[in-house]
């Protein structure tokens, strides 16, 4: 029997089915991976989709799960403990432009707190708090100077007039025989209102006396003790509780660089302070190591000075109050000059620690965004295996900060502090007892 070899020219139709049929596995398969990265995403950020780029507004209320109200409430307790309402407000009104009317009251900054915490900021971490008298919960005491009014015993010159009455009551004068119608006027008042026919008939008798001539009215300041209300800065325990510190969690540095020109007076100020106490009071107890600079037309400190360090509790309390401190008054934005004085910072750093010790390395910059970055400072941030977290306060979008953070955060209703939180005011006589007037309308003045 013949058989017939094969022949090896296959059909034009069932090469173009093996095609297709290949390219679709690999589209199913990539199609199928997305989704599940794009699910497990949005389960991971609670339905809320994460990029390089988020914008938060702090006039939209924000729904938060049970977990992180609690975490929220202990921290804000911390806050009112350490004095951040009035704090923030004397801030504000410190910090304005001459020309503004900015006023944010301490009251409205608790609500400003409670949105920042709740904004879900990248790099605002709320883990680890945990509830009060958990297993392993830690508190750690700090002394901090806060404003108590006390009574002192205060001495002061209280003046006392030595007139002719009063020395002539203690018998300290000297008197004489009055001789001429002119000592009438130095009597007493008693005598005074004689009538004037028995004083000439006295005075001619010699039986009125007046004090010496040389007397004159004296002012004395006699020292006195009186009980005086001051207000004074007294050292005042505040507890910090302190989250379960992960043991396998490696230390972090994060570096704090503050934009402190003057387009950042007023309610920038306030927010950018408010963000840096948020910050380091929800990773009280981790292992990180703050640095911070301010900025303006210089850093401060000086570029030739090491930067402000904070490690224990007490110096990570203190670095915020500096930077609450702050006047917030440069003249210029040195954008570039001070992300390379914080490179140069964290390599120094990184190269006098121990290599295990610290692991990574990250710059939080809290600005306005009004300065651009050249090429090779982009570079540099690349390179420098920093994340760079960018928090934008405005509406101004800065294509070059965007290009090299690791997450860019704008809040462009920043400037609305004063609005975002003011409370609504309430219909006239709304809230009047019964039976009271509402305030009357003011009527227009009368052209002339």
Same mark, same amino acid.
């Given at each position: ?7 090896? !020219? ?9 095609? +297709? ?12 991976? /997305? ?20 914008? +938060? ?8 799960? &049970? ?20 704090? /923030? ?32 900021? $990248? ?8 509830? @009060? ?61 004689? #009538? $004037? ?11 009125? %006396? ?11 300041? &006699? ?32 570096? /704090? ?33 703050? +640095?911070?600079?301010? /900025? ?61 010790? !610290?692991?990574?390395? @990250? !710059? ?16 540099? !941030? ?25 997450? %860019? ?13 003011? #409370? ?25």
């Amino acid at each position: 029997m013949t058989v017939r070899p094969q022949s090896k !020219i296959q059909n034009p139709k069932s090469k173009i089915r093996n095609w +297709f049929a290949t390219a679709w596995d690999i589209v199913w398969r990539e199609w199928l991976d /997305f989704l599940w990265r794009l699910l497990a995403a949005l389960a991971r950020n609670n339905g809320r989709r994460r990029g390089r780029r988020r914008v +938060f507004r702090l006039r939209l209320p924000v729904t938060v799960s &049970v977990e992180t109200e609690e975490r929220i409430r202990r921290l804000m307790d911390l806050q009112e403990a350490l004095g951040d309402w009035d704090a /923030f407000s004397e801030l504000g009104s410190r910090t304005r432009e001459w020309d503004s009317n900015f006023e944010i009251r301490p009251e409205e900054t608790i609500s400003l707190a409670r949105r920042i915490l709740e904004l879900d900021l $990248p790099f605002l971490d709320l883990g680890g708090v945990l509830p @009060e008298g958990a297993a392993g919960e830690r508190v750690e005491v700090i002394e901090r100077l806060m404003p108590t009014i006390v009574e002192e015993m205060t001495p002061i010159l209280c003046p006392e007039v030595t007139t002719v009455e009063s020395r002539w009551h203690h018998g300290e004068l000297s008197y004489r025989p009055a001789d001429a119608i002119a000592d009438l006027y130095r009597l007493p008042l008693h005598e005074r209102a004689l #009538p $004037p026919a028995l004083l000439v008939e006295l005075l001619m008798k010699g039986e009125l %006396y007046v004090p010496g001539r040389g007397h004159k009215p004296e002012v004395e300041f &006699v020292p006195r003790e009186v009980p005086l209300r001051k207000t004074k800065m007294v050292p005042t325990p505040v507890l910090c509780p302190l989250p379960q510190a992960n043991s396998s969690e490696p230390k972090r540095i994060v570096y /704090f660089l503050v934009d402190t020109s003057q387009s950042m007076r007023g309610p920038l100020a306030v927010l950018s302070a408010a963000i840096v106490r948020a910050v380091i009071l929800a990773n009280l107890g981790r292992p990180r190591v703050y +640095f911070a600079r301010t /900025f303006g037309a210089e850093t401060d400190p000086a570029a030739d000075q090491p930067p402000r360090t904070a490690r224990s509790t007490q110096e990570r309390v203190e670095l915020a109050d500096w930077i609450m401190g702050e006047s917030f008054g440069g003249t210029n934005t040195r954008l570039m000059h001070a992300v390379e004085v914080a490179l140069r910072d964290i390599r120094r750093a990184e190269q006098d620690m121990d290599a295990e010790e !610290i692991q990574s390395a @990250e !710059i939080i910059l809290i600005s306005d965004g009004r300065s651009s970055l050249l090429p090779y400072v982009q570079e540099d !941030i690349r390179t420098a295996g920093v994340q760079l977290h960018v928090v934008a306060l405005g509406t101004h979008r800065n294509p070059d900060l965007e290009a090299v953070a690791a997450t %860019y955060s704008s809040i462009p209703d920043a400037q609305n502090l004063q609005s975002a939180f003011a #409370p609504r005011p309430a219909p006239v006589g709304s809230l009047l007892p019964s039976g009271a007037a509402a305030p009357r309308p003011t009527s227009p003045a009368p052209s002339g």
